[in-house]
C-alpha cells in the first residue's frame, strides 16, 4: 500500500508560482518502482493530467502545463513535486498527486491507471 499526502496549495496571484509537494509514506525500496502524476479538477471540469514521471524520470506534461510546470521526484524525500510558474487564473483547480506501480511504459496521464490517491490540495489563482 501507498498513501499518499499532498499539500502547498493556496492562493496566488496571475503569474505568480505555487509548489506542490506530495508525500509518499512507503518504504523507499516501493517508492522506486512507483510512477507518479498530478492531476487537477476545476468546478464543473472532468479532471484532467498535468504532469507525470516514471520511476526512471521520464516525464510528460499536459499541453496546458509544458513551458510553465515542473514535475519532479525527490527520491531521498519519496516526495513528488509541481512547480507552477506563470499562473493563470485557468489553472485554478484541486490537484491531486497520484501514484501507481511501475509498468515498464513511459509516463502517462490517464487517471484510470492510477490506483493510490492524494487528498487533494486547492490552488486558486486570482487575476
Known amino acids: 500500500q501507498v498513501q499518499l499526502v499532498d499539500s502547498g496549495g493556496g492562493s496566488v496571484q496571475a503569474g505568480g508560482s505555487v509548489r506542490l509537494a506530495c508525500a509518499a509514506f512507503?518504504?523507499?525500496?516501493?517508492?522506486?518502482?512507483?510512477?507518479m502524476a498530478w492531476f487537477r479538477q476545476a468546478p464543473g471540469k472532468e479532471r484532467e493530467g498535468v504532469a507525470a514521471?516514471?520511476?526512471?524520470?521520464?516525464?510528460s506534461y499536459a499541453n496546458s502545463a509544458k513551458d510553465r510546470f515542473t514535475i519532479s521526484r525527490d527520491n531521498a524525500k519519496n516526495t513528488l513535486y509541481l512547480q507552477m510558474s506563470s499562473l493563470k487564473p485557468e489553472d485554478t483547480a484541486t490537484y491531486y498527486c497520484?501514484?501507481?506501480?511501475?509498468?515498464?511504459?513511459?509516463?502517462?496521464?490517464?487517471?484510470?491507471?492510477?490506483?493510490?490517491w492524494g487528498q487533494g490540495t486547492q490552488v486558486t489563482v486570482s487575476s
Open positions: 497520484a501514484a501507481k506501480w511501475e509498468s515498464g511504459g513511459g509516463p502517462v496521464l490517464s487517471q484510470d491507471a492510477y490506483r493510490y
Open positions: 512507503t518504504t523507499s525500496a516501493a517508492y522506486n518502482f512507483i510512477s
Open positions: 514521471i516514471t520511476s526512471s524520470g521520464a516525464i
